[in-house]
């Protein structure tokens, strides 16, 4: 089946105007959150929905919610994580642009249930136009009494704002998020402590990813083991699906966790361009090692990618055509991971510093024999040794595109 | 000379400054409004800023320069921003972009004598769907091509 | 308390405690550049990094905490290579600046290469170019190229002094850690920067192409320089008495005591050490009479005059001009001589002047032991030039202070009337040449006793640098003095060290039986 959670209003006029939200059907979640449920089976239906996060790290909803300790005298805060840095990532655009109110829902829903009064949208410096909107969203939010003080008249508050970022891939790092939200350098943290304890303001915090949070107010409504249904029993819902590259149908498509992937590109996003074929396919955002042409036969949800040693990601899936030089994507992973590297920790600062060079010397002709496996080896410097994921998401897509690629980069290093 | 902010930002500002419980989470949104009423945000902009959040002109610069939207000298009426990135790469964004810099006359990172066109390039702007793309101050455009290109800079006064 | 085992070596620590200092207490060394123990983890050099059992990425020492029964391996293949590979990426855009970097030797990233690293280079690339030798205040220069971004100094500015002159700008490999608009760091802490720094970004101006770190030797003492007692290092040329070379004396460093300095000195006391070198007396001097004097002859002779006034009731004719930067030791002795024994109470004190005091190490006063004399029991009574030298028969002057209180031509129209003046002095001054004797002591660096510091924490210390001159320290000239008086003979006898009086003074005044450890 192919249920439609989340985009199902993208098509619908003014859908992001509240008068036509209500309409169809908006914020009932809310309004049976908290007149009908508490928030301890709030969190038990989200626990069972199993409703895992959509910005990259896949962790569950429910669980991280949980974790936020009971009775500490400090206030809690929700931060919505929509800084959509990961390359190849366009989805969260789409519901903050047609359908601002789901997200602010979900927001409420994940608020009340938690005991947050406070929740700030971490929003990427160049969505300034779908910040506008949001802004926008919020403020007839407030005036109808879905958001600020005593909502539904269920004595529970809630204010929410739009926080800019300024053009920093690491900030969609949750830690590093918080330290930007804080007026800092988006220097990620140690953990421990984890946010769920010490985050925004050393209070405690949860940060969820748009889409993420998109998801609850369905689930509330039509419930866990639904929602189950519609994705995999430990994988549940569904996932938009963000294609581009060499397709003739690049953008968003909503389909079940589970999907195949061969079915996204060739079926849904049309296949390839007039004249191409098909060469490999990142399957999750750029940091998603690369998957041959031959190995797309593939289930889109969590576990089958990382069984595939891959990773869903934020089900971003770039196509590569054999007319694209594996150098050159070599080439623009490396300048990415470099250029956003926020230089804290050494093997990131210099690791990914010095793979650049290498591959930019490869690229203009004056590769040598070693250079290959130096990649390697200082990317397994990298993997593992960094004080937060971007040193991985640098080592693992490089590593992968040397290893698959092997006989193409040599072959080009050789002419 | 230090920057005075207009009294119709100054509302704006201290509506951003009191979101927070700490004043100094307000920087990034007072960066940009800083940015956008003075055009950069050198050392003399740094001292207002930080004296409005009570926090010192050398945490404004460590902020500054580790955000690529803040600028520290000024850019063109537009600033044209060219993705760079993966995707956009694919559909040939560097030929696009080596066609915008012969077409302004100008390298990257440099803005035109009339001081109306900045080129520069960034990383994925999240508009795969219509790569290549570029956006210009804030606004978006995909699918581009050179005479797409050319339509659009026509446009611009 | 929580047990777990580190290299297969049982370890017992406090509850709370990091993998890092658990494993220092088992005597391991965890090889690190950005940890330090003045601030929290900051877990960016990823040098630390350790196996431990059960968990499949290696952890940072300096920020985990151990839990009852953990298995941490510190020399593991793993660690090793973990380890090699954070040096390689630190050397790759490390600038080939050792033959002439004053760090040499005592540089993090050599010691460690040594350790652990030992492998051919696999750099083909253009290293990164930053700044190099700029001024990065009156003490400081910047190498910007062999920052290895640890963020010490930038804590340091943050936490200790407050004062923020550095921080961390533009971002990736660009990062770099530097000051603002130019503005230098000009506080009295910024040598400590120097100190903090593991490799050679930030180095001592003073100490600048002077000399290598191996060349020197090292001895512990404590900074006179105002009442704090911050406990120093005194690094000085060994081989000063053999070949000629510059100087003795290069620099000062800071020595870790928890309850009196922390991890700092300040700048007053780190490059005030020339006093030690410059300017000193090196023999006896007699502008009258016999034409030598050696040491030995001086107590009898002293001890001659002052019992003559002693037996005739003119003890009020016997005069001391003391300072606060004698030792605990002396100060008793002179006590229990001239106090007791001799019963003269024109007794008075000439200091160098006070200065200002910052919320940090610094005091107002500018000498260490006026805490002591205090305890000693001892009026601090301000000098009153009149009273002095009216009726003086015998004056004994300690330290060269006294120039200060009054103008050459006054002073010597003074002293010219006292019949026997003796000054015990480090240095050379215009009163050497106004008083009949003249005896060179050594200072605080050159002899042993203890100091009270201002919050009346008792400090000993021993020599940590020998002194060649003609000199004796005030206390063992103050012991044979006494034991020459003839009338506590035995008394004085017992204090063949400094200890020995220390003891004694235990036993005869409740703050030191209190602060003896």
Same mark, same amino acid.
């Given at each position: 089946m192919n249920e439609k959670i989340l985009s199902k209003l993208f098509d619908v006029e003014q859908a992001h105007k509240i008068d036509v939200y209500l309409e169809k059907k908006g914020y009932q979640a809310v309004r049976k959150a908290v007149e009908k449920m508490t928030p301890e089976l709030i969190l038990e239906e989200v626990k069972n929905a199993s409703l895992r996060g959509r910005g990259g790290a896949g962790f569950p909803a429910g669980v991280k919610w949980g974790f936020v300790p009971k009775g500490v005298d400090k206030p809690k805060y929700l931060c919505v994580n929509a800084d959509e840095g990961e390359p190849g990532t366009f989805k969260d655009k789409y519901i903050m642009s047609y359908n601002p109110h789901l997200l602010i829902e979900g927001i409420i829903i994940t608020s009340y249930c938690v005991g947050i009064h406070k929740a700030y949208i971490?929003?990427?410096?160049?969505?300034e136009n779908i910040a506008l909107r949001l802004e926008e969203a919020i403020a007839e939010a407030e005036d109808k009494g879905y958001l600020g003080k005593n909502i539904l008249n269920s004595g529970f508050d809630l204010d929410l704002f739009v926080h800019r970022g300024a053009g920093a891939y690491v900030c969609g790092e949750e830690t590093a998020l918080l330290e930007s939200l804080e007026g800092k350098r988006g220097n990620p943290r140690l953990k421990p402590p984890f946010p769920a304890s010490i985050g925004l303001f050393n209070c405690p915090t949860v940060i969820n990813n748009v889409e993420t949070l998109s998801n609850v107010p369905s689930i509330i409504l039509n419930g866990a083991d639904w929602f189950c249904q519609v994705g995999l029993p430990k994988d549940g819902g569904t996932r938009i699906f963000g294609v581009s590259g060499m397709v003739k149908k690049p953008g968003v498509y909503e389909l079940p966790i589970g999907s195949s992937l061969k079915e996204i590109i060739f079926d849904h996003a049309g296949g390839m361009k007039e004249g191409k074929e098909l060469k490999a396919v990142i399957p999750g955002g750029m940091s998603a090692p690369v998957l041959t042409?031959?190995?797309?036969?593939?289930? !889109?949800?969590f576990d089958s990618l990382v069984e595939a040693k891959s990773m869903l990601g934020s089900a971003a899936i770039i196509v590569i055509d054999t007319d694209t030089s594996m150098i050159d994507v070599l080439r623009l992973v490396t300048k990415f991971y470099a250029h956003e590297s926020c230089g804290q920790c050494t093997p990131c600062r210099i690791g990914n510093n010095w793979i650049r060079k290498t591959v930019n010397r490869i690229a203009s002709g004056e590769g040598r024999k070693e250079d290959l496996d130096n990649i390697i080896r200082l990317a397994n410097n990298i993997l593992g040794k960094t004080l937060c994921p971007l040193g991985d998401a640098a080592a693992m897509p490089i590593i992968s595109i040397v290893q698959k690629f092997r006989q193409e980069l040599e072959s080009y290093m050789r002419n | 000379m230090s920057p005075e902010f207009s009294e119709q930002t100054k509302k704006k500002l201290q509506e951003i400054i009191a979101r927070y419980p700490q004043k100094r989470a307000a920087l990034l949104p007072v960066l940009h409004l800083a940015q956008r009423e003075f055009g950069r945000i050198s050392f003399e902009e740094e001292k207002a800023v930080a004296s409005l959040l009570e926090i010192k002109p050398i945490e404004v610069r460590e902020v500054v320069t580790f955000y690529? !939207?803040? !600028?520290?000298e000024p850019v063109g009426k537009y600033h044209i921003q060219v993705c760079s990135n993966l995707s956009c790469a694919i559909l040939g964004a560097e030929n696009l972009i080596d066609y915008l810099k012969e077409k302004l006359g100008i390298g990257l990172g440099e803005t035109t004598a009339d001081q109306k066109f900045t080129l520069t390039t960034v990383e994925c702007l999240g508009a795969c769907e219509y790569a290549p793309c570029m956006m210009i101050n804030f606004d978006y455009y995909g699918n581009l091509d050179q005479s797409k290109i050319d339509e659009i800079l026509d446009k611009l006064e | 308390m929580v047990k777990i085992i580190i290299d297969d070596k049982p370890v017992e620590v406090e509850e709370g405690t990091t993998v890092f200092n658990a494993a220092k207490d088992a005597g391991i060394a965890i090889p690190h550049f950005c940890y330090h123990p003045a601030f929290a983890p900051e877990g960016t050099c990823r040098m630390c990094l350790v196996e431990i059992e059960g968990i499949p990425k290696l952890e940072l020492a300096c920020s985990t905490i151990v839990r009852e029964g953990m298995k941490v391996f510190t020399q593991s293949d793993r660690v090793v290579e973990a380890r090699r590979g954070v040096l390689e990426f630190l050397l790759a855009d490390h600038p080939l600046d050792c033959p002439i970097c004053d760090q040499a030797g005592d540089c993090k990233l050599q010691d460690y290469y040594e350790e652990y690293g030992l492998y051919d280079s696999h750099f083909s690339e253009v290293k990164e170019k930053r700044g190099k030798k700029s001024k990065l205040g009156p003490h400081l220069i910047h190498d910007q190229e062999r920052c290895v971004l640890c963020r010490r100094c930038v804590r340091f500015l943050q936490e200790v002094t407050k004062t923020q002159e550095m921080g961390v700008f533009e971002r990736g490999v660009h990062a770099e850690v530097n000051i603002h608009e130019g503005i230098l760091i000009d506080n009295n802490y910024s040598g400590n920067l120097a100190e903090i720094c593991p490799v050679g970004a930030i180095t001592d101006t003073d100490f600048r192409f002077k000399t290598r770190s191996w060349f020197l030797g090292k001895g512990t003492s404590i900074c006179p320089h105002c009442s704090r007692g911050c406990n120093i290092t005194i690094e000085y040329n060994a081989f000063f008495h053999r070949f000629p070379v510059p100087q003795r004396v290069y620099r000062i460093k800071s020595l870790y005591n928890p309850n009196v300095n922390g991890y700092w000195i300040c700048d007053l006391g780190r490059y005030g050490y020339r006093y030690l070198d410059d300017d000193r007396l090196d023999e006896i001097r007699v502008n009258s009479g016999n034409d030598k004097l050696a040491w030995q002859a001086v107590a009898p002779l002293l001890a001659e005059k002052l019992n003559r006034l002693r037996y005739m009731n003119r003890a009020s004719r016997i005069a001391l001009v003391l300072n606060t930067w004698l030792t605990n030791e002396e100060l008793f002795l002179v006590k229990k001589i001239f106090g007791d024994d001799l019963k003269t109470n024109k007794i008075v004190f000439a200091d160098p002047p006070q200065g200002k005091a910052d919320d940090l190490l610094l005091t107002e006063d500018r000498s260490p032991n006026r805490k002591g004399a205090e305890a000693i029991g001892f009026d601090l009574n301000p000098l009153d030039l009149d009273v002095l030298f009216e009726k003086t028969d015998i004056l004994l002057i300690f330290g060269s202070y006294l120039k200060d209180k009054a103008n050459p031509a006054e002073l010597k129209t003074h002293l010219d009337k006292i019949e026997t003046t003796i000054l015990l002095s480090s240095h050379k001054s215009e009163l050497d040449a106004l008083v009949d004797v003249v005896l060179p002591v050594p200072t605080i660096a050159e002899k042993s006793g203890s100091l009270t510091n201002c919050e009346g924490v008792v400090q000993t210390f021993s020599p940590a640098l020998e002194d060649h001159r003609n000199s004796c320290p005030e206390w063992q000239f103050l012991v044979d003095l006494g034991k020459e008086l003839g009338s506590n003979f035995k008394y004085y006898s017992q204090f063949t060290s400094t200890q020995a009086i220390l003891k004694e003074m235990g036993k005869e005044i409740v703050f030191f039986e209190m602060n003896n450890d």
């Open positions: 971490y929003i990427r410096g160049e969505y042409a031959d190995e797309i036969d593939i289930k !889109m949800d | 690529s !939207m803040f !600028m520290r | -």
